[in-house]
């Protein structure tokens, strides 16, 4: 069964600061690894999907970077803005997605 | 492009009594997922459909929750009897095959008193 963790379980940072987001998991057998934002009483929002022979995925101030080896994934938003403040979820996908807790992010203005 | 959409998006019921949620997935998406989000945890696979065809129900408590996907389009999710411990968030999510993007609902929040 894939166990999920997710460190920090919160973060608060002032606004500008570089966010690092950290991801394990313990199969590395897996597909993919998506990055989801949750916003307070919202559904999920997909951030990236990173496949299991890539090692980094890029999208805009979002870098999510993927050891599969060490079961490992980051997540990095640079110059956070108060905007990105909200919970951010990892989910690896072996034969289907298995999430942690998630951190939850804040960004004072 | 329309997303994924879910009714209800709140429902309070008596514990024993049963409910039903609705999902419609984006259009073309061939795989649809049911999630349920206990507060403070992640989400936890329910059951997944491919086209109208089960994939996974294995962590779907069975005696009290059923799915289905008629046509291979819409789902209901039914609980019944409801009890205490089903309250959570239950999330719809659909992606064009399996192993690709799964985009998400708004998602349906129980409470059961």
């Known amino acids: 069964k894939q166990e999920v963790t997710q460190i920090p379980a919160a973060l608060s940072v002032p606004e500008g600061e570089n966010l690092v987001l950290n991801c394990s998991f313990t199969?590395?057998?897996?597909?993919?690894l998506q990055w989801f934002r949750q916003d307070p009483g919202k559904g999920l929002t997909s951030l990236l999907l990173i496949q299991s022979s890539q090692r980094e995925q890029t999208s805009g101030r979002l870098n999510a970077s993927l050891d599969k080896s060490s079961g490992r994934s980051t997540l990095y938003i640079a110059a956070s803005q108060p905007g990105d403040s909200a919970t951010y979820l990892c989910a690896p996908n072996d034969y289907k997605l298995s999430f942690g807790a998630g951190t939850t992010v804040t960004v004072r203005a | 492009e329309a997303g994924v959409a879910q009714s209800p998006r709140y429902k309070i019921i008596e514990k024993r009594q049963s409910v039903a949620f609705w999902c419609n997935p984006i259009?073309?998406?061939?795989?649809l997922y049911w999630y349920q989000q206990i507060l403070g945890q992640g989400p936890k696979l329910l059951i997944q459909f491919q086209n109208n065809g089960v994939v996974d129900d294995s962590q779907l408590p069975k005696d009290r929750f059923s799915a289905e996907r008629l046509k291979g389009v819409d789902s209901t999710l039914k609980i019944q009897p409801a009890k205490l411990e089903d309250s959570a968030v239950y999330l719809c999510?659909?992606?064009?095959?399996?192993?690709?993007?799964?985009?998400f609902g708004p998602g349906t929040r129980l409470l059961v008193l």
């Open positions: 259009s073309g998406h061939a795989t």
């Open positions: 199969d590395s057998a897996i597909y993919n």
């Open positions: 999510a659909s992606s064009l095959v399996s192993q690709e993007t799964q985009y």
